[in-house]
């Protein structure tokens, strides 16, 4: 068994004297290396070969364990109802296709506020277009509000293919995450309607000036919140409505390990 060593305690002593010197005097750092030399070198000396350990008898025969005997055979699989069975959660999920569809339809209605903020701010439509597009767009930082306003086809197929892919990348992330939300009265709508806007909101804040200097310059944040929030209450309720499909099983088929039964299931019977 390893022995009993004080070594650790004085090497940690050490650097905390150490450390606590840099911020007070310079001797209490001094005495903070001492230790901490002290400390190591007893440490390595108890890794030495027939130092750092002493024996221990062996108990009696009789309180020794008897030798397990190796059975041979496979294990009885667990089906649901019996005892020991442990489904798997959640038992139903979305299809990915509900993700898709989801995706798609809050995509389509996401624009309805960014355009009217375009049409209503004397902007124009083009405005949050070309925001969008200048993602990905080299050298669009320092265009003027006037240039932004004008039509420009690659800007256009731009932003459409930036917003497909988030929204049905987002459509899919919650398709796998609403099966596992709280069963409370509206917790999905309320998720994806509510709290993904808000969260996204929050990061699109923070890391914006980065990924997309000019788009914070001239975002209106209102109607980036409600742009947000359409979205998700669309795509939340196609998900939502969609009917759910037993989860598929885990593996290939019955384990040949103890303790392992059906796929996706623990537990098992010799």
């Known amino acids: 068994m390893p022995r009993a060593t004080p070594w650790p305690i004085v090497l940690a002593l050490g650097l905390a004297l150490l450390g606590a010197g840099l911020a007070t005097t310079l001797v209490l ?5 001492v230790l901490f030399v002290f400390g190591l070198g007893g440490w390595i000396g108890q890794l030495l070969p027939g130092r750092g350990h002493v024996r221990e008898p062996l108990v009696e025969p009789v309180l020794r364990p008897k030798p397990v005997v190796e ?3 496979t294990v009885e699989q667990l089906r649901p109802g019996m005892a020991g069975d442990r489904f798997r959660l959640p038992e139903k999920i979305h ?11 809050g995509g389509l209605v996401m624009p309805i506020p960014a355009l009217a903020y375009g049409l209503i701010s004397g902007h124009g439509l083009w405005f949050p277009i070309n925001l969008l597009a200048g993602m990905v767009i080299p050298g669009i930082g320092g265009a003027t509000a006037a240039e932004l306003e004008q039509f420009r086809w690659g800007s256009l197929i731009l932003a459409i293919v930036i917003h497909a892919t988030f929204s049905v990348s987002f459509g899919l992330l919650f398709g796998v995450v609403s099966p596992t939300l709280p069963p409370i009265p509206g917790g999905p709508v309320i998720a994806g309607g509510v709290l993904m806007p808000l969260l996204w ?12 200097p000019l788009l914070q310059e001239h975002v209106h944040w209102p109607w980036f ?9 669309a795509m939340s309720v196609v998900v939502i409505r969609t009917e759910k499909v037993p989860a598929a099983a885990v593996g290939g088929g019955p384990s040949k390990l103890a303790g392992f039964s059906e796929p996706g299931r623990w537990g098992g019977r010799p």
């Open 29 to 33: 750092s001094l005495v903070g290396v």
């Open 71 to 73: 059975k041979p055979g």
């Open 95 to 105: 299809p990915i296709s509900a993700g898709v569809k989801g995706g798609i339809v």
């Open 201 to 212: 909101t929050g990061l699109c804040h923070g890391f914006m000036g980065i990924i997309n």
């Open 225 to 233: 919140i409600a742009s947000q929030v359409v979205y998700g209450l």
